[in-house]
């Protein structure tokens, strides 16, 4: 299992947020007439800068690295997670000597960005190459912009889970299919139950929060008994008949074609020479029961 720091580190941002947050950058610099606004990424033992505004005077390019523990100040806000305002290095003990005086910048605003696991992703920032105390406006302006970037960090980091708890369910079924061989048709297995996680992904956890499913296939002499349940939102009664039948959909006009179920049904009586029942509660999921002969060819 991957642990949440690491999948923290490896998680990227895909462009369309990026191109968001560069959008960002570009008006926080405008707003508050300074040089440079950033979005700094840790990526140890160096912090990159992720985003750099388009404006002008502004020394930082995108992707360039600096190595860490050498006083920058993203270290510190990092390292407190708390805002740090520096409003003149250059008379500032503190600061006087921080790597950024190289650059011309003596005055610093910055915020922590933190993953939803609370591991730190980086900062939000902006520098100037004058003394710059920040009014309160500009620290509440700099304040919104940083809640709209860690709420963009949630979805990415919250996608990237279901992502991960998706693959662990399609393993079980891929494991439980070679489980439940049946004679020399394995690949129809794995189809069916592939064609139900589908299903369940398409129509019973539409908006629903922790999502399971669960596989269990048994040898009961000649047969073998697998049995398919998730806790999605059940199936009303007068469309638990018809679930079966080739284009029947509860979702018209979303896409849903209605040939999933269809396809198990098949799969199941005219190559398995099996059977299949279908149990279900609204609110309370669905329990598929198949029995399958281990040897179709002889039925």
Not at 71 to 94: K, S
Not at 131 to 145: G, K, S, V, W
Request: net charge negative; charged share 20%.
């Amino acid at each position: 299992m991957t642990s949440s720091t690491n999948l923290a580190e490896t998680l990227e941002i895909d462009t369309t947020i990026a191109d968001k947050w560069q959008q960002v950058l570009d008006l926080l610099a405008r707003l508050l007439q300074v040089p440079a606004a950033l979005i700094m990424r840790v990526r140890p033992p160096s912090i990159q800068v992720f985003l750099s505004s388009h404006s002008p005077g502004n020394p930082y390019e995108e992707h360039e690295l600096a190595p860490l523990n050498t006083g920058l100040y993203c270290e510190t806000v990092m390292a407190q997670r708390a805002e740090l305002l520096v409003p003149d290095a250059l008379r500032d003990a503190a600061w006087c000597a921080n790597p950024d005086i190289k650059l011309g910048m003596v005055s610093y605003l910055g915020l922590p960005l933190v993953w939803p696991d609370d591991h730190v992703f980086g900062t939000i920032c902006v520098l100037d190459r004058k003394m710059n105390p920040y009014n309160d406006t500009q620290r509440a302006l700099l304040e919104q912009f940083r809640g709209l970037v860690e709420r963009d960090l949630r979805q990415v980091y919250e996608r990237r889970e279901q992502a991960l708890r998706d693959a662990a369910i399609l393993e079980q079924m891929v494991a439980t299919a070679k489980l439940a061989t049946i004679g020399s048709y394995p690949g129809h297995i794995e189809q069916i139950l592939v064609a139900l996680l589908d299903n369940s992904a398409r129509h019973a956890f539409a908006g629903r929060e922790g999502r399971c499913v669960h596989i269990a296939a048994t040898r009961q002499d000649n047969e073998v008994e697998l049995v398919y349940t998730d806790n999605g939102c059940g199936i009303a009664a007068d469309a638990l008949p018809r679930v079966f039948e080739p284009f029947y959909t509860t979702r018209v006009g979303e896409g849903a074609r209605g040939l999933g179920l269809a396809i198990v049904l098949n799969a199941v009586q005219a190559i398995l020479k099996g059977s299949v029942r279908l149990d279900s509660t609204p609110g309370d999921g669905v329990r598929f029961t198949f029995r399958l002969p281990l040897n179709p060819s002889a039925q």
